[in-house]
């Protein structure tokens, strides 16, 4: 066996201050994927009743998760979703995107992505969308889309009683098999070419107390993706490595990096799991070549890992940064409509979003570069057609002070179901384009002063 004589100090030195050097050019002016692989039914309620959904108060009750579709049609779950992946998002779309000049996708995964980490039967999930993921990201690379691998769905429930959690124990080793995987394919896989980010965890349950291990979670993450890229011959910014790769085996290589003692055990459990898998989706994707030519070793950068910042949870949270090896990027989402952020009418959310503080707060902790993952046009009001070009404008100019933004969702249905246009008009990116909320440039405003008013304010901010 291979020993790697790799420089330990690597893994304990704090290099949370690196330039980010896998960030795209300027800022991210970007969108989510939402509802296209991790399907939530309240953006496409009509299309989810078509595909033999339900819709129930709780969504425990009936038929309202895609867990609980793919329990109740066994035998044509695949099919049904295999039509939702080639229609919520195709090239069609990705033109769309081009159009309005975004530069950025989130695409939100489940882990049921990497079909192998699903215990079935007890859990249940459709099969195939890694086809359509590959096929989607290929599109996104060929219009020079940049995209950031989002871990939405993990196995266990960070966030109780949503749509788009799972519903199975915790397992933080499952979400590790599933970062070594996508780690590898993100480099091996020319698909995944313009993936830049992957993110550990999407909206961890915001009580630190109720996360125990997130702390430990975040380090192994991060040393999971590296010790794949190492492997690969990648080199780790501001670390000299002594290293000289001989297999033209990827996978075996990886089995060698699992034995050179340099990583924990649970990093090491994590790879070697990966393993078959990766072996599994190379013969069924046919990138065998890929995996065993030689030198497998690319040029590509190393991923920004990527965290929701230390200010989304209370309690003592464990700060992601301390986690940092090499380039790493933080994620904050702001949704004023869930209520708790400013009172419920126009000016208050203008005077909030025009004050907001996030960046600088993160940016003490060593949560910088931030990006503003999820956000939306949504009130807790009726919101008038002038005020969400104000509501656009101001938000945009307040997350573009960091590294930009990335807005939820790039479309929702419109049908008799969601008001007509009335769910798109706040929540649909492409919508409020259309309606001229959004301009059709994301860098530019339809007024660039629509904070003046609101600036140096008593409203306190946070
Ligand atoms: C993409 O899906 C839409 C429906 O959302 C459909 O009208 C269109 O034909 C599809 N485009 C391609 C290129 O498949
Ligand atoms: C590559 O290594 C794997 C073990 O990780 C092995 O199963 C496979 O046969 C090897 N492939 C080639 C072409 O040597
Ligand atoms: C590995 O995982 C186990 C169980 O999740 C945990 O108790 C342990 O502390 C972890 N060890 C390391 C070194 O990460
Ligand atoms: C439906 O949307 C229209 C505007 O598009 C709005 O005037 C109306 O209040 C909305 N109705 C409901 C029930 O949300
Ligand atoms: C009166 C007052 O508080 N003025 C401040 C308004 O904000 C700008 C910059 O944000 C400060 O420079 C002013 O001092």
Not at 13 to 39: D, E, R, T
Not at 256 to 265: E, M, Q, V, Y
Not at 294 to 309: N, Y
């Amino acid at each position: 066996m291979r020993n790697l004589p790799l420089v330990l100090s690597l893994f304990l030195s704090s290099l949370s201050m690196q330039v980010l050097a896998g960030l795209p050019n300027g800022k991210i002016y970007g969108v989510n994927l939402g509802s296209w692989l991790v399907l939530e039914p309240w953006m496409l309620p009509q299309e989810w009743l078509d595909m033999g959904g339900q819709s129930c108060a709780n969504c425990a009750d009936c038929i309202a998760t895609e867990s609980a579709f793919a329990k109740a049609y066994p035998n044509t779950v695949d099919k049904i979703f295999a039509e939702h992946w080639r229609t919520w998002f195709n090239q069609t779309h990705v033109n769309e995107l081009v159009a309005v000049g975004i530069n950025t996708v989130r695409v939100p995964l489940g882990y049921w992505i990497v079909e192998a980490l699903v215990h079935r039967p007890v859990e249940a999930y459709p099969r195939g969308g890694l086809g359509y993921l590959r096929d989607g990201l290929g599109w996104l690379q060929k219009a020079g889309i940049q995209v950031i691998l989002d871990h939405h769905a993990l196995p266990g429930v960070q966030t109780p009683g949503q749509e788009f959690t799972g519903k199975h124990p915790y397992n933080y080793h499952r979400a590790l098999v599933w970062t070594a995987v996508m780690t590898s394919l993100a480099h091996l896989d020319s698909n995944f070419g313009s993936v830049f980010a992957i993110e550990a965890i999407n909206e961890p349950i915001m009580n630190a107390a109720l996360t125990p291990g997130y702390g430990e979670f975040q380090m192994n993450f991060v040393q999971t993706v590296r010790a794949v890229e190492l492997t690969l011959g990648i080199p780790v910014p501001g670390v000299s490595l002594d290293y000289s790769i001989s297999s033209t085996n990827f996978t075996a290589a990886l089995g060698d990096t699992c034995s050179s003692s340099l990583f924990n055990a649970n990093v090491t459990a994590a790879i070697e799991d990966a393993i078959p898998i990766l072996i599994g989706i190379a013969s069924e994707y046919g990138l065998g070549n890929v995996f065993t030519s030689s030198p497998f070793q690319c040029e590509s950068p190393s991923l920004v890992t990527s965290f929701m910042d230390i200010n989304w949870q209370y309690n003592n949270p464990p700060n992601p940064a301390k986690a940092a090896i090499g380039p790493q990027g933080y994620d904050n989402h702001l949704y004023y409509s869930f209520g708790g952020v400013a009172a419920a009418n126009p000016d208050a959310y203008l005077t909030s979003v025009c004050n907001l503080q996030r960046i600088q707060n993160d940016a003490a902790l060593g949560n910088s570069p931030l990006w503003f993952g999820e956000w939306g046009l949504p009130t807790q009001f009726y919101a008038t057609d002038k005020f969400l070009c104000k509501w656009a404008d101001a938000q945009k100019l307040a997350y573009s002070k960091g590294a930009g933004w990335l807005f939820w969702n790039f479309k929702t249905e419109i049908s008799k179901l969601t008001n007509g246009t009335g769910l798109a008009r706040q929540w649909s990116y492409l919508e409020g384009v259309k309606l001229g909320f959004l301009t059709k440039d994301p860098a530019d405003y339809n007024d660039p002063n629509v904070c003046d008013p609101y600036i140096n304010s008593t409203h306190s901010t946070s």
